[in-house]
């Protein structure tokens, strides 16, 4: 926590004028729900004065902006950075000149641009290709869980839910799993950086780490060059833009700016999945028994669990022109921030949006992957997994409680991220399946 972060004044945020709310400030970020609460219910469309962002909070004007990626782009990157009242730290840019600025490809593009670079990435998460991975998704849940140890005491999130997506994701671009640390370790880096309220010690760290990353897949870009396999990172860096009419390769700033999307999006919002959906099983204990009774109800459950907990909370977009959100002026340039975590508790929506219920008959319209165009490309994949390793966790970790068992969720400080930090549970290991043995 920063110095400027120690002195906020701590406000009633179910009383005090909106005005008055930092949103950006860490105890909001623990908590921003009884804030999402009052913006729906007083100000759907609300610009905060203090920073002239335009907050949107009800699930029908979400869907509204999602759907009119023309009005509402997605090129916010320039935006945030001219719109900032601080210049950019000296020491973090010239760590950043050590690496490559990366180009706008999904994230931060708009048609066409973006079209090309989905339509490539997208060749690895075809639906098809998610449903193949069943068998194999199965195989490393049961050996993650083989290597839990036997005290049947763990920190969940850093000893399981990190390591399933981040192998897959590390098996999908064809890099050993053996770099895990490494590849922790940067996806936290882009973490602190998308966060957007880190201290000047860890964005430096951060910086470092991201460069980091850009010279170690610069190697592995050569290596696949030259020596093509049967992997995501081959099959991009020998895709070409032809049917775009650009007939090249992709550069290294294309490359890994898709790579670090991939990194980030193919591991973060599934691990935090993973750890909210325990910790909401666990503390609603009939439907943690309805679920072991009857793994049928998993998909459910994860829609539920994707609504509920919203990994990606909020999402920036910029106006292209004047227009209007819910009769509310917006003009050319204004900067949105699109607050799923508070469409996915809209009351007008979802019934008792505030209570977590994996029966919900309308659990799968949340918005947690987004919507439009811009719907994350991995969340079949996520999906697969989490589908996949639920079941099999409650069914080799018998008795599986909160250890401490009054513990509570808490949350990574980040603007876009709903991210949990940590979860200690205790449980009996189960032995593995005989065919396995």
Not at 178 to 200: I, M, P, R, Y
Not at 231 to 250: F, N, P, Q, T, W
Not at 269 to 282: I, K, P, R
């Amino acid at each position: 926590m920063t110095d400027t972060q120690d002195k906020r004044v701590q406000v009633d945020i179910s009383k005090c004028p909106l005005h008055e709310v930092d949103t950006f400030g860490p105890e909001f970020l623990q908590d921003p729900h009884p804030f999402y609460a009052r913006l729906r219910a007083e100000a759907p469309v609300y610009r905060d004065p203090k920073n002239n962002v335009v907050y949107v909070s009800t699930y029908d004007l979400i869907r509204q902006v999602n759907t009119q990626p023309k009005l509402f782009s997605n090129r916010f990157a320039e935006q945030l950075r001219s719109g900032s009242t601080e210049q950019q730290d000296p020491d973090e840019v010239e760590i950043i000149k050590q690496g490559w600025i990366v180009a706008d490809t999904m994230l931060t593009a708009d048609p066409p641009q973006h079209t090309r670079y989905r339509k490539l990435a997208m060749k690895a998460f075809t639906y098809r290709r998610v449903l193949q991975m069943t068998a194999y998704v199965e195989e490393l849940v049961e050996s993650l869980i083989d290597e839990l140890p036997e005290s049947g005491r763990i920190e969940f999130k850093s000893e399981f839910a990190n390591k399933l997506p981040m192998y897959v994701i590390a098996d999908a671009l064809g890099v050993p799993r053996e770099h895990f640390d490494q590849f922790e370790e940067w996806s936290n880096a882009f973490l602190v950086q998308l966060g957007g309220v880190a201290a000047k010690e860890e964005r430096l760290w951060a910086a470092g780490k991201i460069v980091e990353f850009q010279k170690y897949f610069v190697e592995v870009i050569e290596r696949k060059r030259a020596n093509p396999t049967e992997d995501v990172i081959s099959d991009l860096v020998h895709a070409d833009l032809s049917e775009e009419g650009d007939d090249r390769k992709m550069t290294y700033e294309e490359l890994l700016s898709i790579l670090q999307q991939l990194l980030v999006a193919g591991n973060e919002t599934t691990a935090h999945t993973l750890t909210a959906g325990l910790y909401f099983l666990l503390t609603h204990p009939e439907q943690l028994d309805a679920l072991s009774a009857d793994p049928t109800l998993v998909k459910n459950f994860v829609e539920e669990t994707l609504r509920f907990l919203s990994p990606t909370n909020n999402m920036w977009r910029v106006a292209t022109a004047d227009t209007e959100i819910g009769g509310e002026p917006i003009r050319k340039n204004d900067l949105i921030l699109v607050r799923y975590g508070s469409g996915n508790r809209d009351e007008a929506k979802f019934a008792d949006a505030d209570r977590f219920d994996m029966l919900r008959t309308n659990a799968k319209e949340h918005l947690a992957f987004g919507g439009g165009i811009h719907t994350c490309l991995g969340s079949q994949l996520a999906r697969k997994e989490l589908q996949t390793a639920f079941p099999i966790l409650l069914r080799r970790l018998k008795n599986i409680r909160l250890d401490p068992p009054d513990q509570a969720l808490r949350f990574l400080p980040s603007i876009l991220l709903r991210g949990v930090f940590a979860l200690d549970v205790a449980f009996e290991k189960a032995p593995a399946p005989a065919e396995r043995e």
